[in-house]
């Protein structure tokens, strides 16, 4: 099989036994992911020659990875991550040292070395954040409070993860395995401090670079790419910063793949069409998510199973009883109520993506035995399976301690102090998202057409586009908003307010929906009236060079706007022969 047509029979069966499985999973009330991990593991063990293609399955793998990670920071809310910083950063440390601890144990109790535990430990402390969404929306829970908490005791796991994915190269020859140097031949041989001492400067370099360079300059790139309104461009630009970044990050700073993309999203996560940008990436990040998930099936050897069935169970026993524990003490330690306990509790009873990252980074670094993998990946197929169950098991677990008066007493204290706590700090953290989308708020295309009938007369992908080329301004009662004679610069859509404009003495009152500046960029003209806010007036303005490139664009705003101009220029020119005070309504 030449290689081109490996990569498109990889593609082809992974897509259809995927689904298939997939469907049935489904069909079978599990969560879709198990089918498609067994997916993996058919095309892996029972259809010849893709076993073969494991290095190209990995690297689709790896690109499913970046793209998850870029949807993870996409989503991410800093102001959300802030208000439960309380209990998720010490909830999710405490809770990686514990279920770390026990791994390490068990490991030197099945003889492997430090190392090894460490990274098998470390591995089955990460709960996946991608099967914990999925379980959030099947659940409606995604915006409750312990949602929130769950997702960002999730983040935080997530991020120790990172630091661990870029610390475990270089820590790899005091834990018993091969040096950076023999796995990476750039990396040199440095020794342990100044490898460390590297490599944190080269995250934080990174980092700051993207975080302040980024936030500057994504979003105005996203805009302008938007105002093209080309969906293609946009959905190719979007795809273009995550993977970019991902892949320059990697190659320039020696970051993983996940962290660039990561802080891709986050960046991008500040522009005002994030939305968009996640709408428009989504498909391609459920696709590769897919095969993801399908290569990690195609790596995973049934046959532990049978092998090492102890080891097994010891390993899901960690991930569903272990871990869970660890959280479930450290939330009610921290005078939570049991029911987010309970739900953090079996947010994390499954492991994943990083998970298999990591131990795959084990192997590399020659850190853990290729059995360590097949055992993650045991537990990872099992826990995730089994996570639905675990999550109606709390469920009954919730109803129940609700239903005997003395443990709702005693557990299900939602008067208590840090959650109340918690919750005031998630209002705050929405109500200053609110704030800031209110400071830039621009309209929506519905909202456009419902204030401004002018445009009702475009499709809703022109809607959108015009919605995105205008600029919030406002005035203050009495402020001179157009003074006659001044060169034209922008044209005014009233969507809050009234103004009065003065022409020879006439005075004409005009409100919400109207607009006006049009008559002196439609002729090359200086202003022919005064323009005076009456009120605190809001207006969505366009500036000379969109306007004129809309109304080229679309004959359907150019036609009604260069009428009223027309009619509004023959009113003035009777205005000009009779110069007498008088009011009318526009
Ligand atoms: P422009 O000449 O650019 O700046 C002043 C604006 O006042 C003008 O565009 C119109 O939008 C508005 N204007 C001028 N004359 C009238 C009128 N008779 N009725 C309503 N609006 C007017």
Known sequence: MSHDVSLIALIAVGFVLAFLLGFLAHRLRLPPLVGYLIGGVVMGRLIPGFAAESGLAGQLAEIGVMLLMFGVGLHFSAGDLMAVRRIAIPGAIGQILIATMIGTCMAKFWGWSLGAGLVLGLSLSVASTVVLLKALEDRNAVATPNGRIAIGWLIV????????LVLLPALAEVLGGRSSAASNPAGGNLGLLANLGLTLLKVTSFVALVLLVGPRVMPWLLRQVARTGSRELFTLCVLAVALGIAFASARLFGVSFALGAF???????????????AANSMPLQDA???LFFVSVGMLFDPSILIARPLMVVGVLLLIL???SFAALAIVLLMGYPASTALTVSAALAQIGEFSFILGGLGVAYGLLPTEGLSLILAGALLSISLNAVVFAGTDVLIRWIENVSW????????????????EEDLDAARIALE???????????DELVERFRLFAGLTPEQRETVALHFQPRSAQPGERIIRVGDKADMVYFISDGEVEVVVNGHKIKMGPGDFFGEMALLSGQPRSADVTALDFCKFLTLDQRDFRELLRRYPGIRIPIAGVAKERGETNRQFMEQPHERTAES
Request: aromatic share 8%.
């Open 435 to 445: 704030a800031k989308a209110a400071a830039h708020k621009t309209y929506s295309a």
């Open 263 to 277: 802080f891709a999203g986050v960046v991008l996560s500040e522009s005002d069409l994030s939305h968009k940008a």
């Open 407 to 422: 443990l709702r007493t005693r557990l299900e204290r939602r008067d208590a102090g840090p959650f109340i706590r918690l």
């Open 321 to 323: 009883v272990g871990k």
């Open 288 to 290: 590769f998510a897919v």
């Open 157 to 164: 796991e997530d991020l120790v993860m990172v630091v661990t």
